[in-house]
T-cell receptor, first 111, second 115 residues
Framework: EDQVTQSPEALRLQEGESSSLNCSYT??????LFWYRQDPGKGPEFLFT???AGEEKEKERLKATLTKKESFLHITAPKPEDSATYLC????????????FGTGTLLAVQP | DTGVSQNPRHKITKRGQNVTFRCDPI?????LYWYRQTLGQGPEFLTY????????KSRLLSDRFSAERPKGSFSTLEIQRTEQGDSAMYLC?????????????FGSGTRLTVV
């Protein structure tokens, strides 16, 4: 069964303290891996799509990387406004268009 | 506003009542998706439309749930005979017809509370 696991469930950082969030996946065939940010009471906001092992993408203080089994979201020198839930999702090969989401990592950045 | 619009934002209903939610996708997006999210969980896929055709449905979409997208524009999700377990955030998303889930844009969701 296709599965996505995110860790840690929650992470508390001091402003400027860099860290990484993990997303491990088990799928029959990966079409794409997605990272989203979700603020309380809002829908997920698209961040990145990664398609193949070794691929990296960056946006401001965020950098996403992909291997054959997992993805990391690196947060460099975070600010309080980076506080949110970060969701990872996969899309598998085959006749499907659905995304399979993990349960997310709740990030709190304290000033 | 060029985002995905969902209405209502909040809905409180009594168990056994029917409810209907509306989603207006980004106008140039052919693909439309419904997801359900409960507290502390990631979104779970419910159904997918390509224009007006409903092409994929999750096993989560029981007989009490029905979704439509007439004329390939807005979509509605109806839940009949609501149960307390239906309480969740219902999210709509749309994407262009480029395949591979490129650039899904989610709406802010409709939060359903069944009392």
């Amino acid at each position: 069964e296709d599965q996505v696991t995110q860790s840690p469930e929650a992470l508390r950082l001091q402003e400027g303290e860099s860290s990484s969030l993990n997303c491990s996946y088990t799928v029959s065939g990966l079409r794409g891996l997605f990272w989203y940010r979700q603020d309380p009471g809002k829908g997920p906001e698209f961040l990145f799509t990664l398609y193949s092992a070794g691929e990296e993408k960056e946006k401001e203080r965020l950098k996403a990387t992909l291997t054959k089994k997992e993805s990391f979201l690196h947060i460099t020198a975070p600010k309080p406004e980076d506080s949110a839930t970060y969701l990872c999702a996969v899309q598998t090969r085959g006749a499907t268009n659905k995304l399979i989401f993990g349960t997310g990592t709740l990030l709190a950045v304290q000033p | 506003d060029t985002g995905v619009s969902q209405n209502p934002r909040h809905k409180i209903t009594k168990r056994g009542q029917n409810v209907t939610f509306r989603c207006d996708p980004i106008s140039e997006h052919n693909r439309l998706y419904w997801y359900r999210q409960t507290l502390g969980q990631g979104p779970e896929f419910l159904t997918y439309f390509q224009n007006e055709a409903q092409l994929e449905k999750s096993r989560l979409l029981s007989d009490r749930f029905s979704a439509e997208r007439p004329k390939g524009s807005f979509s509605t999700l109806e839940i009949q005979r609501t149960e307390q377990g239906d309480s969740a955030m219902y999210l709509c998303a749309s994407s262009p017809d480029r395949g591979d889930g490129f650039g899904y844009t989610f709406g802010s969701g409709t939060r359903l509370t069944v009392v």
